[in-house]
């Protein structure tokens, strides 16, 4: 596709409730980045995909939060029994290059996740 | 670990110029990116420093200084449209962002 995609724009879980973020990467691109911004900060790092191995998940904040990318493109990050402090825009991002880049990265618009 | 600060917010006249300093303590440093980031809109690429120096690129420029953990990046001839959120971030392979600065400009 044109850019980076991400799904769904919205998402309103309840406590406790499992959800799933899709991302939807720019076809060809290599590396694929997830990130979480709360309102106010800048983006955090989360997890690096290349292809389909996942090379960093340091960023993960708990074993709540995991992260596949099966067939090294579609990727989909799945949060379980969703907290309060999970409240946050999550981002993906794409790369053509394997690891650094001099060109930057293409944004997805986001996940906008509220947790009520 | 990763320190990167950047002013929470400043304020400009529509024609004017800004400057927005960023300082960093990273662990591994590639190069220093700056984005854009609108409300509610995805970041978007401004520039990328690897080497000292100013880059300039229409409107905006940047510099970087790595002996001194320093960027700074230059909008001139502000426009409303430059109200935004701008990014400063440190690529080690990853990026690790700033709080970033949101930058109002005023007619």
């Known amino acids: 596709g044109a850019g980076v995609s991400q799904s769904p724009r919205y998402k309103v879980a309840k406590r406790g409730q499992d959800v799933a973020l899709r991302c939807d990467p720019i076809?060809?691109?290599?590396?694929l980045f997830w990130y979480q911004q709360a309102l106010g900060q800048g983006p955090e790092f989360l997890t690096y995909f290349q292809n389909e191995a996942q090379l960093d998940k340091s960023g993960l904040p708990s074993d709540r939060f995991f992260a596949e990318r099966p067939e090294g493109s579609v990727s989909t990050l799945k949060i379980q029994r969703t907290q309060q402090e999970d409240s946050a825009v999550y981002l993906c991002?794409?790369?053509?290059?394997?690891?650094?880049?001099?060109?930057?990265?293409?944004f997805g618009s986001g996940t906008r996740l509220t947790v009520v | 670990g990763q320190n990167i600060d950047q002013p929470t917010e400043m304020t400009a006249t529509e024609g004017a110029i800004v400057q927005i300093n960023c300082t960093y303590q990273t662990s591994g440093f590639n190069g220093l990116f700056w984005y854009q980031q609108h409300a509610g809109e995805a970041p978007t690429f401004l520039s990328y420093n690897v080497l000292d120096g100013l880059e300039e690129k229409g409107r905006f420029s940047s510099f970087l200084s790595r002996s001194k953990g320093y960027s700074y990046l230059l909008l001139k001839e502000l426009q409303m449209k430059d109200s935004a959120s701008y990014l400063c971030a440190v690529n080690d392979y990853k990026l690790s962002f700033g709080a970033g600065t949101t930058v109002t400009v005023r007619a």
């Open positions: 991002a794409s790369s053509s290059e394997e690891g650094g880049t001099n060109y930057g990265y293409t």
């Open positions: 076809s060809g691109h290599v590396s």
